[in-house]
């Protein structure tokens, strides 16, 4: 292990005097787990690699995953906690170090640990931890981390030391184990009302083994789970003293301002480096295949020295690609409408359009690096640092062993701080080696962030649906290309016949994981055609949904929710309208209505949101509710004004100025529901997001019969007659 991986788990604080530390990496625990010790754990009694007691009995829980705003690393520590049985007031949580020995390997579980079975479970947890080691893995997206990490790790974690410690005290007092109860980080004997804390017991448990099994808590034995308790991130969120990645700063710094192909492929052809090198502060003028930097004692100074440059670009031969042909190939690729079964009463067909989109979070792209000869610091903000370590190690030309690299909170993810999207990194640290041994902060511009973005998928599909004498649909099927795939079915509606399919149609444009994934283009196209087939049948869009969810009671149990709370069927003022729709992602199911007002002239309110979430069971509601509500805002966002468009081969829009968000005064009120149900845990930080597009496009066709088929709603005329 190289000198950089001890010192930079002892300098996360992870490590204390006299501390007992514990880790689960599946079929047997932490693999590997004395690797990550001081130079006497022996005498310390030192395990790895999540949990650590203190004698002060502090706990500390370390999380293998990265904040960005959703609460994981606090709800993790929640689960964690629960099991240990610690006293909240005491524990303590930081992000684990992008080390190897903190690869996250259960998000594999998360896909579908469900149908694992139990056997086979530690296992398949010991192969993913192994495989994301050896690859690097140590991701959080996917709404993953709490029905993985948290359900299949830090529970397992808590509730062995847990069991380490009651042994420990049953050792020390020579008593039976069983009899041995814990409460807020202690152990107690009420046979000899004797009791003691985590912390002195500590040392001894240390030297004890791992359990393999330890028992879990009984939901209805929780204290810790499903209390709103506050957050640890939000106090330094508040008052300012939390630090992004963007606020790094550190002795003797330089600061780097970039301009990059604006043809994705294309590269630098030619630039004059001299009037910008001539100008104050100015260091260097770098030159990369695809880029051209500036690097500067400031980046006011980079910025206006990277204005003075005229760089040359080629195109890669994409000069005539704009959103038109790109939409004129998808068009093409679909072919004719499906065709429906001989002798349907009435056949409904529709096509539905969805852009690119920016993932556009607030902090924009930011990386820090210092080359210091074969050692490479970086110091950045992503969604795995393990992947992004080997993306620093390549562009430096080093073995990863010789980076180290500092996680900061993120000022914002949605995916595009997700592997395979380092290319800030990648850049940033071209730009550091030049520079060595200066440390070189590259900072992106907006529109560096707008204009190079791994994008939402554009994406066109095409329907056709068949309904019986009755209004009952007999058959859907669907075409899908740009971001579709032949699985997205019309699950969970009990209809005869259901059929997807999709084609390729290849286009420059480099796209990406966006929040929701491809969810978000198909809840739009599935639950608008849905409710074009309810009104084709003469049919309450709410009504005809549960005539077909019979066999589904969790979905027709949050759509139900999301009608009882939205008033659903009760009059309206004229202009007014209310739209439903009901999908499933990562695990949750998220009913929807959304209730607009929209003048005769077409100005559109969106005046209310009600989402009713099944999501299995809420580790911290107030968390939980803020996850739904941020997905609700971000999609009607994009629902309402977002697009990336594309003209002569490169993004159009370059700033907020043109890639449009809401304001805060466009915000509707938000009511939020949870339904606990037996379902394993599910997601939240992304499943709120697919169900809106269509709840507001349904609404805005029931308050003007005007059918909204493309987004964003922007491009769609709402002028009516009443």
Same mark, same amino acid.
């Given at each position: 292990?190289?000198?950089?991986?001890?010192?930079?788990?002892i300098?996360?604080?992870?490590i204390?005097?006299?501390?007992?530390?514990?880790?689960?990496?599946?079929?047997?625990?932490?693999?590997?787990?004395?690797?990550?010790?001081?130079?006497?754990?022996?005498?310390?009694?030192?395990?790895?690699?999540?949990?650590?007691v203190?004698?002060?009995?502090?706990?500390?829980?370390?999380?293998?995953?990265?904040?960005?705003?959703?609460?994981?690393?606090?709800?993790?520590?929640?689960?964690?906690?629960?099991?240990?049985?610690?006293?909240?007031?005491?524990?303590?949580?930081?992000?684990?170090?992008?080390?190897?020995?903190?690869?996250?390997?259960?998000?594999?579980?998360?896909?579908?640990?469900?149908?694992?079975?139990?056997?086979?479970?530690r296992?398949?947890?010991?192969?993913?931890?192994?495989?994301?080691?050896?690859?690097?893995?140590?991701?959080?997206?996917?709404?993953? +981390? /709490?029905?993985?990490?948290?359900?299949?790790?830090? =529970?397992? !974690?808590? %509730? #062995?030391a847990?069991?380490?410690?009651?042994? @420990?005290?049953?050792?020390?007092?020579?008593?039976?184990?069983?009899?041995?109860?814990?409460?807020?980080?202690?152990?107690?004997?009420?046979?000899?009302?004797?009791?003691?804390?985590?912390?002195?017991?500590?040392?001894?448990a240390?030297?004890?083994?791992?359990?393999?099994?330890?028992?879990?808590?009984?939901?209805?034995?929780?204290?810790?789970?499903?209390?709103?308790?506050?957050?640890?991130?939000?106090?330094?969120?508040?008052?300012?003293?939390?630090?992004?990645?963007?606020d790094?700063?550190?002795?003797?710094?330089?600061?780097?301002?970039?301009?990059?192909?604006?043809?994705?492929?294309?590269?630098?052809?030619?630039?004059?480096?001299?009037?910008?090198?001539?100008?104050?502060?100015?260091?260097?003028?770098?030159?990369?295949?695809?880029?051209? +930097? /500036?690097?500067?004692?400031?980046?006011?100074?980079? =910025?206006? !020295?990277? %204005? #003075?440059?005229?760089?040359?670009?080629?195109? @890669?031969?994409?000069?005539?690609?704009?959103?038109?042909?790109?939409?004129?190939?998808?068009?093409?690729?679909?072919?004719?409408?499906?065709?429906?079964?001989?002798?349907?009463?009435?056949?409904?067909?529709?096509?539905?359009?969805?852009?690119?989109?920016?993932?556009?979070?607030?902090?924009?792209?930011?990386?820090?690096?210092?080359?210091?000869?074969?050692?490479v610091?970086?110091?950045?903000?992503?969604?795995?640092?393990?992947?992004?370590?080997?993306?620093?190690?390549?562009?430096?030309?080093?073995?990863?062993?010789?980076?180290?690299?500092?996680?900061?909170?993120?000022?914002?993810?949605?995916?595009?701080?997700?592997?395979?999207?380092?290319?800030?990194?990648?850049?940033?640290?071209?730009?550091?080696?030049?520079?060595?041994?200066?440390p070189?902060?590259?900072?992106?511009?907006?529109?560096?962030?707008?204009?190079?973005?791994y994008?939402?998928?554009?994406?066109?599909?095409?329907?056709?649906?068949?309904?019986?004498?009755?209004?009952?649909p007999?058959?859907?099927?669907?075409?899908?290309?740009?971001?579709?795939?032949?699985?997205?079915?019309?699950?969970?509606?009990?209809i005869?016949?259901?059929?997807?399919d999709?084609?390729?149609?290849?286009?420059?444009?480099?796209?990406?994981?966006?929040?929701?994934?491809?969810?978000?283009?198909?809840?739009?196209?599935?639950?608008?055609?849905?409710?074009?087939?309810?009104?084709?049948?003469?049919?309450?869009?709410?009504?005809?949904?549960?005539?077909?969810?019979?066999?589904?009671?969790?979905?027709?149990?949050?759509?139900?929710?999301?009608?009882?709370?939205?008033?659903?069927?009760?009059?309206?003022?004229?202009?007014?309208?209310?739209?439903?729709?009901?999908?499933e992602?990562?695990?949750?199911?998220?009913?929807?209505?959304?209730?607009?007002?929209?003048?005769?002239?077409?100005?559109?309110?969106?005046?209310?949101?009600?989402?009713?979430?099944?999501?299995?069971?809420?580790?911290?509601?107030?968390?939980?509710?803020?996850?739904?509500?941020?997905?609700?805002?971000?999609?009607?966002?994009?629902?309402?004004?977002?697009?990336?468009?594309?003209?002569?081969?490169?993004?159009?829009?370059?700033?907020?100025?043109?890639?449009q968000?809401?304001?805060?005064?466009?915000?509707?009120?938000?009511?939020?529901?949870?339904?606990?149900?037996?379902?394993?845990?599910?997601?939240?930080?992304?499943?709120?997001?697919?169900?809106?597009?269509?709840?507001?496009?349904?609404?805005?066709?029931?308050a003007?019969?005007?059918?909204?088929?493309?987004?964003?709603?922007?491009?769609t005329?709402?002028?009516?007659?009443?």
């Open positions: 292990m190289n000198k950089w991986t001890r010192r930079t788990f300098g996360a604080g992870t204390a005097g006299g501390g007992f530390l514990l880790g689960v990496a599946g079929f047997t625990f932490a693999p590997g787990r004395h690797s990550v010790v001081s130079a006497d754990a022996a005498d310390k009694g030192q395990l790895t690699t999540w949990i650590t203190t004698p002060d009995n502090v706990v500390t829980i370390l999380v293998p995953h990265c904040e960005m705003g959703q609460g994981t690393l606090h709800a993790l520590a929640m689960m964690a906690a629960e099991e240990l049985d610690a006293d909240w007031s005491t524990v303590r949580v930081q992000e684990a170090p992008a080390l190897d020995e903190y690869a996250n390997g259960y998000v594999i579980r998360a896909a579908g640990g469900n149908y694992i079975p139990a056997v086979m479970a296992g398949v947890d010991y192969g993913a931890y192994k495989l994301a080691e050896w690859f690097g893995f140590q991701v959080t997206g996917g709404s993953t +981390a /709490v029905r993985s990490t948290g359900e299949y790790g830090m =529970r397992i !974690a808590g %509730a #062995a847990r069991e380490m410690l009651v042994t @420990a005290a049953s050792k020390q007092w020579g008593v039976n184990a069983a009899e041995c109860t814990t409460k807020g980080s202690r152990v107690l004997h009420a046979a000899s009302n004797r009791s003691a804390s985590f912390g002195e017991l500590a040392k001894a240390a030297t004890l083994p791992v359990p393999t099994s330890p028992t879990l808590k009984q939901a209805d034995a929780f204290t810790v789970r499903r209390t709103a308790l506050p957050r640890f991130d939000l106090p330094a969120k508040v008052n300012g003293q939390a630090k992004y990645a963007i790094f700063s550190i002795p003797g710094m330089l600061y780097a301002a970039v301009d990059i192909a604006p043809v994705q492929g294309g590269k630098l052809r030619s630039v004059d480096a001299a009037r910008a090198e001539s100008m104050p502060g100015v260091k260097k003028v770098v030159k990369l295949d695809e880029a051209v +930097a /500036v690097v500067a004692d400031s980046f006011w100074r980079a =910025r206006k !020295a990277l %204005a #003075a440059l005229k760089p040359e670009w080629d195109n @890669a031969g994409h000069g005539d690609v704009s959103s038109g042909s790109i939409f004129a190939a998808f068009d093409k690729a679909l072919g004719a409408a499906p065709a429906m079964p001989s002798g349907s009463v009435k056949v409904v067909t529709a096509d539905y359009r969805a852009p690119f989109l920016a993932h556009a979070s607030m902090e924009p792209m930011v990386c820090t690096v210092r080359v210091d000869g074969s050692h610091d970086v110091w950045t903000g992503v969604q795995d640092p393990l992947n992004a370590r080997s993306v620093a190690a390549k562009a430096a030309g080093v073995d990863t062993s010789q980076v180290r690299l500092t996680n900061h909170l993120l000022g914002g993810g949605f995916g595009r701080r997700l592997p395979f999207n380092f290319d800030y990194v990648d850049l940033a640290v071209r730009i550091g080696k030049v520079m060595a041994p200066a070189v902060k590259t900072i992106w511009s907006r529109e560096n962030d707008i204009q190079h973005d994008y939402r998928p554009a994406a066109l599909s095409r329907h056709s649906g068949a309904l019986d004498a009755n209004g009952v007999l058959a859907v099927a669907s075409k899908y290309t740009g971001g579709g795939d032949g699985e997205s079915t019309f699950m969970p509606y009990a005869g016949s259901k059929d997807a999709s084609v390729k149609s290849e286009h420059h444009v480099r796209t990406g994981q966006w929040r929701s994934v491809n969810n978000s283009q198909h809840g739009f196209f599935k639950e608008s055609f849905v409710d074009e087939l309810a009104h084709a049948a003469g049919k309450d869009p709410f009504e005809f949904r549960r005539a077909l969810l019979n066999e589904q009671p969790r979905f027709k149990a949050a759509l139900e929710k999301a009608a009882q709370m939205s008033g659903w069927g009760t009059a309206l003022p004229a202009g007014e309208g209310r739209g439903i729709a009901v999908c992602s990562f695990g949750s199911i998220v009913a929807e209505v959304v209730h607009v007002r929209v003048s005769p002239e077409g100005r559109l309110k969106v005046l209310n949101v009600y989402a009713a979430v099944d999501c299995g069971d809420v580790v911290n509601p107030n968390s939980a509710a803020a996850q739904v509500e941020g997905g609700i805002v971000f999609a009607l966002s994009a629902a309402l004004l977002s697009e990336i468009t594309i003209a002569e081969g490169r993004v159009v829009q370059r700033n907020f100025r043109d890639y968000m809401i304001h805060i005064n466009d915000v509707p009120r938000i009511e939020t529901a949870f339904i606990r149900s037996d379902g394993p845990l599910g997601g939240l930080g992304e499943p709120a997001v697919p169900p809106l597009a269509p709840a507001l496009t349904n609404a805005i066709f029931a003007t019969k005007i059918r909204v088929r493309e987004l964003p709603v922007k491009k005329e709402l002028k009516y007659t009443i």
